[in-house]
């Protein structure tokens, strides 16, 4: 079975610091994909990136960073230097051949000024 | 523009009423799917469908149908069976059901957010 786990629930921060939402996830498969998505108060999610199991190289997006670990078996995301518009609920998900995508519980962002 | 739409956006609901939520996408897409979200509780699998006129059961489908007869639309009814429906429903779909093989993601609609009063 695979099953991803987000254990921070919340995070608050100040404007300008730098904050890494941890990820770790479960399955057999030895082909799978890990995502990352943003929902902001509105409600709809937002895709933010997507990582295969055979591609470990990390990614770099503007402020945005992702760190894919198979000997841990971690996807974790850094927003360097936050801002104010990235409060928002974040989920980390899973997804192997064929299957729908599967959640982690989601890790509550708020950056205050 | 392409895109998914739930309609309605809030929705009311009686106790012991059945009600459907809409989803409907023009991105020409195969696999649809439903999920449910509850506070710290993340997303949650309720049904999908990989192909028009099939579809398949999620992890929480009890007390909640869903029909696909037409490859843009996937309503979902929520039935007087499911003992606690207040929730916030999002509708997404995939060009094919193999999600990350095709280097592609999940596209989501902006949700239905279901009250039992």
């Known amino acids: 079975a695979q099953k991803v786990t987000q254990a921070q629930t919340e995070i608050s921060v100040v404007e300008k610091e730098d904050v890494t939402l941890d990820c770790v996830y479960e399955?057999?498969?030895?082909?799978?994909?890990l995502f990352w998505y943003k929902q902001p108060p509105s409600g709809e999610l937002v895709f933010l990136i997507r990582?295969?199991?055979?591609?470990?190289q990390n990614e770099i997006s503007g402020r945005y960073s992702w760190n894919f670990q198979k000997s841990t078996s971690s996807f974790n995301f850094t927003i360097t230097a936050s801002q104010v518009v990235d409060s928002a609920v974040y989920f980390c998900?899973?997804?192997?051949?064929?299957?729908?995508?599967?959640f982690g519980k989601g890790t509550t962002l708020s950056v205050s000024s | 523009d392409g895109g998914i739409t739930q309609s309605p956006k809030y929705l009311f609901r009686k106790e012991g009423q059945n009600v459907t939520l809409s989803c409907e996408q023009n991105l020409n897409h195969d696999a649809m799917y439903w999920y449910r979200q509850d506070p710290g509780q993340g997303l949650r699998l309720i049904y999908y469908s990989q192909i028009v006129n099939d579809f398949q059961k999620g992890d929480i489908a009890e007390g909640y149908s869903v029909s696909r007869e037409k490859k843009e639309s996937f309503p979902l009814t929520v039935t007087s069976a499911q003992k606690n429906p207040t929730a916030f429903y999002l509708c997404?779909?995939?060009?094919?059901?193999?999600?990350?093989?095709?280097?592609?993601?999940?596209?989501f609609g902006q949700g239905t957010r279901l009250t039992v009063v």
């Open positions: 997404a779909s995939t060009p094919s059901p193999a999600i990350g093989r095709l280097n592609t993601e999940a596209f």
């Open positions: 990582r295969n199991s055979f591609d470990e």
């Open positions: 998900a899973l997804s192997v051949e064929g299957t729908a995508l599967i």
């Open positions: 399955t057999r498969d030895t082909t799978y994909y």
